[in-house]
């Protein structure tokens, strides 16, 4: 760090504890860890979280160095737990004719190549868009699907939910993105267990996030809290933080509000990557403040692993 960048020692405050926890999790329910080998349950998620040993699929254990205070398992709400029963040669939904390059994909007793995990998860996603649309699939029974799993991952909250030593909470990630194909992902995160919605807000419920927060208003109004916290925004080609609303329109007073209500935290780090301060911020904030040098905003990074 340079010599020159100041630093602050914040007074102490008991009541200021640092808690390490994780709010994006995918389990076997989402389609893209299902496609490419993940079959750990949101059970198995909050073991691990919890400390627990976990047998990875190739054969070896993995376990966290110090347990975690707080998870959640925020599976993608679009098609959850479809591509399951897709694989699952025993559900009526495995039935449909594409679906039979997924049927036993993560059974141990077939090899499968990478090529056919590389091709899972669009012909997953393809096939099943393709036959909603054209009738092929009752739209009911999709949704049953989602409303089964997204009661299961309720369960697993409310088994390992042990307050004053592990918070779980309840939660998935909408799936958006921009006309440019930024990323427009959010991690739901739910107050509480005791009163939720039957089926998350998705993707295939509206792209635009201000309809996202429209539903969550409508929650609220029931009693029912929860926040969205902006995912991967590093991601988003700055798709995340435009000075304008979905239809292109500038912000306004009623857009920010409703913004702030429902998004009131930006994710900072995770997995995949890094967003402390955007360029376009950071910018902005130097060419008003007189002298301005902190030489650790802008930072906006995304590795990339072949």
């Given at each position: 760090m340079p010599a020159d960048v100041g630093t602050v020692d914040p007074s102490a405050n008991s009541q200021r504890n640092a808690y390490f926890g994780d709010l994006h999790v995918h389990s076997t329910y989402s389609f893209d860890a299902f496609a490419y080998g993940?079959?750990?349950?949101?059970?198995?998620?909050?073991r691990y979280a919890k400390g627990e040993k976990l047998r990875h699929p190739v054969g070896f254990d993995v376990q966290l160095r110090e347990p975690l205070d707080f998870y959640a398992v925020t599976d993608h709400a679009m098609y959850i737990g479809g591509m399951n029963a897709a694989a699952d040669t025993s559900?009526?939904?495995?039935?449909?004719?594409?679906?039979?390059?997924?049927h036993n994909l993560n059974s141990p007793d077939r090899e499968v190549g990478r090529d056919v995990r590389a091709r899972a998860m669009p012909t997953f996603v393809m096939s099943t868009f393709a036959g909603i649309e054209e009738g092929a699939f009752d739209l009911e029974a999709v949704n049953k699907?989602?409303?089964?799993?997204?009661?299961?991952?309720?369960?697993?909250v409310e088994q390992h939910n042990d307050p004053g030593n592990f918070t779980t909470f309840v939660g998935y990630e909408y799936t958006s993105q921009s006309d440019e194909r930024g990323n427009l992902h959010r991690n739901v995160?739910?107050?509480?267990?005791?009163?939720?919605?039957?089926?998350?807000?998705?993707?295939?419920?509206?792209r635009n996030p201000e309809k996202l927060w429209d539903w969550m208003d409508g929650?609220?109004?029931?009693?029912?809290?929860?926040?969205?916290?902006?995912?991967?925004?590093?991601?988003?080609?700055?798709a995340m933080f435009e000075l304008v609303d979905w239809a292109k329109n500038p912000m306004d007073a009623e857009y920010t509000g409703q913004r702030l209500r429902n998004e009131p935290l930006v994710e900072i780090t995770q997995i995949i990557g890094f967003y402390d301060v955007g360029d376009v911020l950071a910018k902005l904030v130097a060419s008003s403040v007189h002298a301005y040098n902190d030489v650790l905003a802008s930072h906006s990074y995304l590795p990339i692993y072949l």
């Open positions: 993940t079959i750990a349950t949101p059970y198995d998620a909050y559900t009526e939904f495995s039935k449909h004719k594409p679906f039979r390059l997924l699907i989602s409303r089964d799993t997204w009661s299961d991952i309720i369960a697993a995160i739910f107050r509480g267990a005791d009163k939720l919605p039957t089926i998350p807000f998705s993707r295939l419920h509206s929650l609220r109004e029931q009693g029912i809290e929860a926040l969205a916290i902006p995912h991967n925004a590093n991601g988003s080609n700055g």
